[in-house]
C-alpha cells in the first residue's frame, strides 16, 4: 500500500488498469443483464418481476461496498497518514451514493408487485435510506474540506463512524422480523437456483470492476485538479513576491 501511496505510482498503475477494469466490467455488466432479461426463465413466485434481480442485487451489494471502502481509506488516512487515502475516499463516495440511489429504487419498483407497496419502514429498507443520507452528508463534508482548506480528518472520522451503519444493513432482515426476505446467500450457501445464480454473480462482479474503473478515473480526476490548483498557487505567489520585496512599488 505504501509505494502506490505516491502519486505518481499510482497513476501508472492506473493508466493500465482502469481501461482493463471498464472494458471488462462492462462487457459483463452487459453480458449479465442480457442473460437476466432475455434467458433466465419466470420464477415460480414471483414471475416476470424477479429480473430486476440482476440490477437491484449489486447496486445493493456497491452501496454497501462503497462504503466500506471509505471507512478503509478514512483509517488509512487517520492512521498511516496516505496521501491519496482522502482522494481515495472522495472519489468512492459519488459512485457509492449512486449504486445505494440505485438499489432504493429498484427495491421500491421491485416491492411494488411484490409486497403491494412501494415502500416499508422495516430494517433493511430504512438502513439503507440511512446510508443514502451518510453519503449526502460525507460529500458534504469533503466538498467544504476542499473548497474552504480545511482538514480531512473530520470527514475521515465520520467515514469510520458511518461504517456502523453496515453490519446493520447486512443483519436487519435477521434481527427484525419484516417483508424483506432473509439472507439468500450466506457463507457456502445458497438458496438461490442455479438459473439465477450464476447470472447474478457475472453481474455482481462485473459491476465491481465498473466501479472501480470509475474510482480509478474520479481519483485520477482529483489529483489532476490538486496539481493544477498547487500550480495556481505558485504562480500567484512568484508574481506577488517582486511586490513585496519592493516596499517602493507598494507605496506608488
Known amino acids: ?3 502506490f501511496a505516491n502519486p505518481t505510482r499510482f497513476l501508472a ?3 493500465w488498469l482502469m481501461p482493463l477494469l471498464f ?7 452487459l453480458g449479465a443483464v442480457i442473460w437476466g432479461l432475455f434467458i433466465v426463465p419466470p420464477d415460480r413466485l414471483m414471475g416476470e418481476t424477479v429480473r430486476i434481480l440482476f440490477i437491484h442485487v449489486p447496486a445493493a451489494w456497491l452501496g454497501m461496498g462503497g462504503w466500506a471502502g471509505i471507512a478503509i481509506s478514512s483509517a488509512m488516512l487517520l492512521i498511516w497518514k496516505h496521501p491519496l487515502a482522502a482522494l481515495s475516499a472522495r472519489a468512492i463516495a459519488v459512485p457509492g451514493m449512486v449504486f445505494c440511489a440505485i438499489c432504493l429504487a429498484t427495491g421500491s419498483i421491485w416491492g411494488r408487485p411484490t409486497w403491494g407497496t412501494w415502500w416499508e419502514w422495516d430494517g ?5 435510506l440511512v446510508l443514502l443520507f451518510l453519503y449526502a452528508g460525507y460529500i458534504a463534508l469533503t466538498q467544504a474540506a476542499s473548497h474552504e482548506g480545511g482538514s480531512s480528518k473530520i470527514a475521515a472520522i465520520f467515514g469510520l463512524v458511518g461504517a456502523v451503519n453496515v453490519p446493520i444493513i447486512n ?5 427484525w422480523n419484516s417483508l424483506h426476505q432473509p439472507p439468500s446467500i450466506t457463507m457456502g450457501k445458497s438458496a438461490i437456483d442455479a438459473a439465477y445464480l450464476w447470472p447474478l454473480l457475472v ?26 490548483e498547487a500550480r ?7 508574481d506577488d513576491a517582486p511586490l513585496a520585496a519592493n516596499p517602493m512599488t507598494e507605496r506608488a
Open 203 to 228: 453481474a455482481v462482479l462485473g459491476f465491481s470492476l465498473l466501479f472501480g474503473a470509475i474510482v480509478l478515473m474520479r481519483m485520477r480526476t482529483l489529483i489532476a485538479e490538486s496539481q493544477v
Open 232 to 238: 495556481l498557487r505558485r504562480r500567484a505567489l512568484d
Open 23 to 29: 472494458w471488462s466490467g462492462l462487457l459483463l455488466s
Open 1 to 3: 500500500m505504501h509505494i
Open 13 to 15: 498503475l492506473a493508466k
Open 171 to 175: 443483519r436487519s432482515v435477521v434481527w
Open 124 to 128: 433493511r429498507l430504512t438502513s439503507m
